[in-house]
């Protein structure tokens, strides 16, 4: 029987996806069906994708073997009660909704349904993504395996206990937005040292990338990295001593705070 795969939703995140699983070879996009209720976003995802596409949830429901849940938080109530009767225990929900727990699910889905939950980040669509995988008890290795092989030709993937997704929900899954605030802030700095702004966005991108990318590769100890770039009286050392006197760093702490605080929250 071929396996077919089935998405709630086709944000930005379920585009991350499919690009993920054209890249994994495990299902053919023509056997990928997205249920999507915004009529252009669905002609946009059909056209781009050669994936089906309809506005009916309980189709993908009835024909999926595999279903990625992609539905903003408080859109997945409403779901569930719709498409619960239509599940089987064949049935794999991989599920990328932030704070919703695993016994969350299995309350509004159904406990004879299999589930993973999954913690990606939008670096999928540049096939740099980071994704924490968490599956529920009931949840098979060739599940586990399954998951692991879509998001994996996108990016790492990561086995984690469901008690560290808020912190990964923090620091990797809204990680993207911090980061590129920090890149803002670097590109605005250079613009007011004289450069044009897209040069200076130039050299803010490719040195985050560049150095994100030399780190990955080398496993150099960070702090290590930072003192042999930071050589004693040279222009790093001079930038490094006014970051070390601010609050840096418990600004970025705080903020992965509220962020995890957030992602609790919405698990409630």
């Given at each position: 029987m071929k396996r077919t795969l089935g998405f709630f939703g086709a944000g930005k995140m379920a585009e991350g996806i499919v690009q993920a699983v054209a890249a994994a070879g495990t299902f053919e996009l023509k056997d990928v069906t997205m249920a999507e209720t915004y009529p252009p976003r669905a002609k946009e995802m059909a056209k781009r994708y050669g994936v089906k596409t309809t506005p009916d949830a309980a189709l993908v429901a009835k024909g999926a073997s595999a279903i990625f849940l992609a539905v903003k938080p408080q859109d997945v109530a409403a779901l569930a009660a719709q498409v619960k009767p239509l599940l089987t225990p064949k049935t794999l929900i991989v599920s990328i909704v932030?704070?919703?727990?695993?016994?969350?699910?299995?309350?509004?889905?159904?406990?004879?349904?299999?589930?993973?939950?999954?913690?990606?980040?939008?670096?999928?669509?540049?096939?740099?993504?980071?994704?924490?995988?968490?599956?529920?008890?009931?949840?098979?290795?060739?599940?586990?395996k399954l998951v692991a092989s879509i998001l994996g030709a996108a990016g790492q993937t990561a086995i984690l206990k469901e008690k560290?997704?808020?912190?990964?929900?923090?620091?990797?899954?809204?990680?993207?937005?911090?980061?590129?605030?920090?890149?803002?802030?670097?590109?605005?700095?250079?613009?007011?040292?004289?450069?044009?702004?897209d040069v200076a966005r130039l050299l803010a991108e490719q040195t985050m990338l560049g150095t994100a990318a030399y780190l990955r590769q080398s496993g150099a100890e960070l702090g290590a990295f930072i003192d042999g770039v930071a050589t004693k009286g040279g222009t790093t050392a001079a930038g490094m001593d006014v970051m070390r006197a601010s609050d840096f760093k418990k600004v970025v702490a705080a903020t992965l705070a509220a962020a995890a605080r957030r992602s609790a929250e919405l698990g409630r």
């Open positions: 932030a704070g919703k727990s695993l016994a969350t699910l299995r309350r509004m889905f159904g406990a004879k349904v299999r589930i993973v939950r999954v913690m990606p980040n939008l670096a999928l669509r540049a096939k740099e993504g980071m994704c924490a995988i968490c599956p529920a008890k009931n949840a098979t290795k060739a599940d586990v560290d997704f808020d912190a990964v929900t923090a620091l990797s899954g809204s990680g993207p937005a911090f980061f590129a605030y920090m890149e803002e802030a670097m590109a605005e700095g250079g613009v007011k040292l004289g450069l044009k702004p």
